[in-house]
């Protein structure tokens, strides 16, 4: 098989003409292959536009999802690749997400799907950099937040859109119910600490750090004028989304903003 691509927890393969395999690496627990694969389904059944999941398999004791074949490069190879446009890449990246967005989901239809506040919720608990009042605190705020009913990617940045003839949304292993401001947290928040990716060259990843905030600002001002969104809202997720992404496998640079973001905001006026 011909390697197209390869992240932190899985590479893509070919499969054939028109088809991919993710295969996760050795050791991934098969309940959450399960679940990107029942999210992939139901996201293109909703008309949002993602590869299908087409079939499960298990090769060499590595499990894997087979998805029709997205053609065309990440948007953020693009943006990096055109710099002249990157605000119009900016606003295709802030219309697709609108587009998610439009689509309600009843949970009651789709019990396995996770709840973002949840999900929140319980990456808090297990933030060990946190100490156990400022989890009382987030905890609390992410308890007073709207449920809403949105689907939200849980992981949206440039590099999950691929961009051809058609745009297509990738990876939908964090896909859950929401809030869409939420969501919308969450990839401001890639946008302003996240890590860039390990397989970009030193020249791009610095130009990458260069136009971040650029690029955010377009993402943001388009999205608000599409949703009726107000920043307010969506700034009321931050907190709960940095406190949950804690939790993750990033870089501990990256953990220490985070947490810096995190005290600072949350330290009372006397401290």
């Known amino acids: ?54 079939d ?15 053609e065309g490069s990440t948007l953020l190879q693009q943006m990096l690749r055109h710099p002249g446009e990157r605000n119009r890449f900016a606003r295709e ?18 019990p396995s799907l996770r709840v973002l506040k949840a999900e929140l919720a319980r990456n808090i608990r297990n933030a060990t950099q946190l100490s156990s009042d400022i989890k009382t605190k987030l905890l609390r705020h992410t308890e007073r937040l709207p449920d809403g009913n949105a689907v939200c990617h849980g992981d949206y940045h440039p590099d999950n859109v691929i961009s051809g003839e058609r745009a297509w949304v990738i990876d939908w292993m964090t896909g859950a119910i929401g809030d869409a401001a939420g969501d919308v947290a969450r ?22 750090r260069r136009a971040r905030n650029e690029w955010s600002e377009a993402y943001l001002e ?10 307010r809202r969506i700034e009321e997720w931050t907190l709960p989304v940095a406190a949950a992404r804690l939790t993750e496998g990033i870089p501990e640079e990256e953990k220490a903003q985070l947490l810096r973001l995190i005290e600072d905001a949350t330290r009372g006026p006397s401290e």
């Open 56 to 70: 499960m398999v298990d090769t060499e004791g590595r499990h894997g999802i087979v998805f029709e074949r997205a």
């Open 187 to 208: 990839t401001l928040l890639l946008f302003r600490y996240g890590t860039p990716p390990e397989d970009l060259p030193p020249d791009a990843k610095e130009a990458l």
């Open 1 to 54: 098989m011909s390697a197209l691509g390869a992240g932190r927890t899985a590479e893509v393969f070919e499969h054939g003409a028109d088809k991919v395999v993710k295969l996760y690496l050795t050791g991934f627990p098969r309940d959450s292959v399960e679940y990107e694969h029942e999210m992939s389904r139901i996201v293109a059944d909703l008309g949002i536009p993602a590869p299908r999941a087409l």
């Open 93 to 110: 990246f802030a219309d697709l997400h609108v587009c998610i967005h439009r689509c309600q989901v009843d949970a009651g239809r789709h």
């Open 222 to 231: 388009r999205y608000l004028e599409l949703s009726g969104l107000t920043l």
